[in-house]
């Protein structure tokens, strides 16, 4: 059993930032990606930003140059510090794991946090 726990969510105000963590914990092998997506009410949910095992990242184009995405491979952890944010950031924000969860490479499979909320409001 895998789980994956975020925090750091909130309310904050427009130019403001906010650091969010997402903690994996459990039958963990090797974790090949860990990110970042995000759900506004009435949209689907999306991309943020992702990072691979050996340091690559991926953005949206929306959250490019505001956000950074960074993981502490020895903890499990990912971070998504968010500056700038603006009322569009506005949406429930959940952790995505893709793991390994023994010896065997074909055990492999996604994980999703529970989600945290980041609102961005004056």
């Known amino acids: 059993q895998v789980q994956l726990v975020e925090s750091g969510g909130g309310l904050v105000q427009p130019g403001g930032s906010l650091r969010l963590s997402c903690a994996a914990s459990g039958s963990i092998f090797s974790i090949s990606v860990m990110g970042w997506f995000r759900q506004a009410p009435g949209k689907q949910r999306e991309l943020v930003a992702t990072?691979?095992?050996?340091?690559?990242?991926n953005y949206a184009d929306s959250v490019k140059g505001r956000f950074t995405i960074s993981r502490d491979n020895a903890k499990n952890t990912v971070y998504l510090q968010t500056n700038s944010l603006k009322p569009e950031d506005t949406a429930v924000y959940y952790c995505y794991a893709y793991l390994r969860v023994d010896y065997d490479p074909a055990n492999v499979a996604e994980y999703w946090g529970q989600g945290t909320q980041v609102t961005v409001s004056s």
């Open positions: 990072i691979a095992n050996g340091g690559g990242t």
